[in-house]
């Protein structure tokens, strides 16, 4: 028999390492860069207990060295989406009556075997794979990554804390049930502690999890993967599989125990999702949860008092660190007149002196963009602004894909406020800005209000903190994380939690507490103690 109630107390976020020269992490991410380029990975699905190979193998390189083949990994078919979910039913039952301190401790442990002894691998496989500097990989794939195991485990707990109040001769408690089915996790290639995340804030709650990472993911996926098997998830609770969207959908939002789905990618497809979803309600045996984190068109909005070194450096980072494929990143900016040729000097300036290529130099702020189909998208909107009357090119604009894809940071001067780069979603080192009238900020702040379908993040920069005042308030809806006099990128697990509405997505705040709560469904039992045994209330008698 068990005794005690177990919490776990909220934790403190992991720190960032500086791999500053003649460092240790800095010696040992370069040893262990240098063994994974020696090795091809030959990666395998895991559903189940087993390791899938299906011999339809597809290569991977790093984006930035597309010659160089770090392994392949094997794609599967409709039939191994039936298999991990039957894999994960299968598994449901021993998982969801597991003890919370048994679940618990297994994502505790995976996040202090990512702190230590497979740091350098978590970084490496994202650096290679995804083509991001130690920098960027650090505070994704290691601190991101195991703050979320982290603090979701104590938001849960909390959660679980959570009981009724009770009458006289009655007890009330609340179970925090999983849900009644699998989960689907879809994860994208930009934050590997996104493909963490989505699969195990699910299964934490108990319920067992079917996780297609991108295709650009899969080499830092399977590395996390192996970390999980190693702190003890059991077999099926989350259940690995590298198929097409298409089969996906089709599989798993046809099937009756289908339970929910965790997302983050583009709005387009959460919306066939969601369409698909609602069409086929008669099948599932309870309405399933959707959670997603769609699109971003990202702004900076400075004011006439804005601190100029302040906004550029805000400009620089939050639009090109790693090379602008976040969902937070700085895409567009309204500059007031009377800064906008000391702004634009000094940006030309911070570009210029970026240096570009292989994450394996550590020197190289910009590395390269994912793939080339993304390289192409991204070029097809600097080559159209070369070439109409309303744009100008302050800076960058040079795009080559002959050893990597690599993309020269980029800022576009629209003429247009509605100008295309203005309103449309990039996802590469595009920065798009617009010279507004410095007199007529009020005005400018509705158009930043109505510019983009998105609502994701948004800054205001301004010394006046009238205009602070003015943008926080009109511009409530208009991002879901808001940031003053900073960029708007760099969200900390537990200090900024994640989303954003619109068509941004379900603002379910990964990060938080408000995530769990959609992967459970509560039920409540009352106990009488001391039950009536007379129908007859005592108004029913007459004096």
């Given at each position: 028999?068990?005794?005690?109630?177990?919490?776990?107390?909220?934790?403190?976020?992991e720190?960032?390492?500086?791999?500053?020269?003649?460092?240790?992490?800095?010696?040992?991410?370069?040893?262990?860069?240098?063994?994974?380029?020696?090795?091809q990975?030959?990666?395998?699905?895991?559903?189940g207990?087993?390791?899938?190979?299906?011999?339809?193998?597809?290569?991977?390189?790093?984006?930035?060295e597309?010659k160089?083949v770090?392994?392949?990994?094997h794609?599967?078919?409709?039939?191994?989406?039936?298999?991990?979910?039957?894999?994960?039913?299968?598994?449901r039952?021993?998982?969801?009556?597991?003890?919370?301190?048994?679940?618990?401790?297994?994502?505790?442990?995976?996040?202090?075997?990512?702190?230590?002894?497979?740091?350098?691998?978590?970084?490496?496989?994202?650096?290679?794979?995804?083509?991001?500097?130690?920098?960027?990989?650090?505070?994704?794939s290691?601190?991101?990554?195991?703050?979320?195991?982290?603090?979701?485990?104590h938001?849960?707990?909390?959660?679980?804390?959570?009981?009724?109040?009770?009458?006289a001769?009655?007890?009330?408690?609340?179970?925090?049930r999983?849900?009644?089915?699998?989960?689907?996790a879809?994860?994208p290639?930009?934050?590997?502690a996104?493909g963490g995340?989505?699969?195990?804030?699910?299964?934490?709650?108990?319920?067992?999890?079917?996780?297609?990472?991108?295709?650009?993911?899969?080499?830092?996926?399977q590395?996390?993967m192996?970390?999980?098997?190693?702190?003890?998830?059991?077999?099926?609770?989350?259940?690995?599989?590298?198929?097409?969207?298409?089969t996906?959908?089709?599989?798993?939002?046809s099937?009756?125990?289908?339970?929910?789905?965790?997302?983050?990618?583009?709005?387009?497809?959460?919306?066939?999702?969601?369409?698909t979803?609602g069409?086929?309600?008669?099948?599932?045996?309870?309405?399933?949860?959707?959670?997603?984190?769609?699109?971003?068109?990202?702004?900076?909005?400075a004011?006439?008092?804005a601190?100029?070194?302040?906004?550029?450096?805000?400009?620089?980072?939050?639009?090109?660190?790693?090379?602008?494929?976040?969902?937070s990143?700085?895409?567009r900016?309204?500059?007031?007149?009377?800064?906008?040729?000391?702004?634009?000097?000094?940006?030309?300036?911070?570009?210029?002196?970026?240096?570009?290529?292989?994450?394996?130099?550590?020197?190289?702020?910009?590395?390269?963009?994912?793939?080339?189909?993304?390289?192409?998208?991204?070029?097809?909107?600097i080559?159209?602004?070369?070439?109409?009357?309303?744009?100008?090119?302050?800076?960058?604009?040079?795009?080559?894909?002959?050893?990597?894809y690599f993309?020269?940071?980029t800022?576009?001067?629209?003429k247009?406020?509605?100008?295309?780069?203005?309103?449309?979603?990039?996802?590469?080192?595009?920065?798009?800005v617009?010279?507004?009238?410095?007199?007529k900020?009020?005005?400018?702040?509705?158009?930043?209000?109505?510019?983009?379908?998105?609502a994701?993040?948004g800054?205001?920069?301004?010394?006046?903190?009238?205009?602070v005042?003015?943008?926080?308030?009109?511009?409530?809806?208009?991002?879901?994380?808001?940031?003053?006099?900073?960029k708007?990128t760099?969200?900390?697990?537990?200090?900024?939690?994640?989303?954003?509405?619109?068509?941004?997505?379900?603002?379910?705040?990964?990060?938080?507490?408000?995530?769990?709560y959609?992967?459970l469904?509560?039920?409540?039992i009352?106990?009488?103690?001391?039950?009536?045994?007379?129908?007859?209330?005592?108004f029913?008698a007459?004096?």
């Amino acid at each position: 028999m068990e005794f005690g109630y177990f919490h776990y107390p909220l934790p403190v976020n992991e720190p960032v390492l500086s791999y500053a020269p003649g460092s240790p992490e800095k010696k040992r991410l370069k040893e262990v860069l240098a063994l994974l380029k020696q090795e091809q990975a030959d990666v395998p699905m895991y559903i189940g207990g087993l390791e899938v190979r299906t011999n339809k193998k597809e290569t991977m390189h790093p984006p930035h060295e597309i010659k160089h083949v770090l392994g392949h990994y094997h794609t599967g078919e409709e039939k191994h989406v039936k298999q991990a979910i039957e894999a994960a039913l299968a598994a449901r039952e021993s998982w969801a009556g597991m003890s919370w301190e048994s679940r618990a401790h297994i994502f505790l442990k995976a996040a202090d075997l990512i702190a230590t002894k497979y740091r350098a691998y978590m970084n490496g496989t994202t650096m290679l794979g995804q083509s991001k500097n130690a920098y960027q990989a650090e505070i994704d794939s290691a601190c991101e990554l195991i703050d979320f195991l982290r603090f979701n485990v104590h938001f849960l707990s909390e959660i679980y804390r959570q009981q009724p109040i009770s009458a006289a001769g009655i007890h009330n408690r609340m179970e925090y049930r999983p849900l009644e089915g699998f989960v689907l996790a879809v994860t994208p290639f930009n934050f590997t502690a996104i493909g963490g995340n989505l699969p195990t804030s699910a299964a934490m709650c108990g319920n067992v999890v079917v996780w297609k990472p991108a295709h650009t993911q899969v080499y830092s996926a399977q590395m996390f993967m192996r970390i999980l098997k190693e702190a003890g998830l059991p077999d099926g609770v989350i259940n690995l599989i590298y198929v097409d969207g298409p089969t996906l959908g089709k599989v798993c939002f046809s099937h009756p125990d289908f339970a929910g789905v965790h997302f983050t990618g583009s709005t387009g497809v959460f919306n066939t999702m969601w369409e698909t979803i609602g069409k086929n309600m008669h099948t599932y045996k309870s309405y399933p949860r959707i959670v997603g984190e769609t699109g971003g068109k990202d702004f900076v909005l400075a004011h006439k008092t804005a601190d100029p070194d302040l906004l550029v450096t805000a400009l620089l980072r939050g639009a090109f660190e790693f090379q602008g494929q976040k969902c937070s990143a700085a895409s567009r900016a309204y500059i007031p007149s009377n800064l906008a040729e000391e702004v634009k000097k000094k940006l030309i300036a911070g570009i210029e002196s970026f240096s570009m290529g292989s994450v394996e130099n550590f020197t190289n702020f910009i590395n390269a963009v994912i793939d080339e189909k993304s390289f192409d998208k991204i070029e097809s909107y600097i080559e159209k602004a070369k070439n109409d009357p309303k744009a100008v090119i302050w800076a960058g604009g040079k795009c080559d894909k002959t050893e990597g894809y690599f993309i020269q940071p980029t800022v576009i001067e629209a003429k247009d406020p509605l100008y295309v780069t203005m309103c449309e979603e990039i996802f590469g080192p595009v920065l798009t800005v617009y010279v507004y009238n410095a007199d007529k900020f009020e005005d400018t702040l509705e158009l930043v209000n109505k510019t983009s379908p998105y609502a994701l993040t948004g800054s205001i920069i301004a010394q006046d903190r009238t205009a602070v005042e003015q943008a926080t308030v009109k511009l409530r809806h208009a991002a879901g994380n808001f940031y003053i006099n900073d960029k708007p990128t760099g969200a900390v697990v537990g200090q900024q939690p994640f989303g954003g509405a619109r068509a941004s997505g379900t603002n379910d705040k990964a990060g938080s507490i408000l995530n769990l709560y959609r992967w459970l469904s509560a039920r409540t039992i009352k106990e009488t103690f001391n039950a009536p045994v007379d129908y007859r209330y005592p108004f029913l008698a007459e004096e």
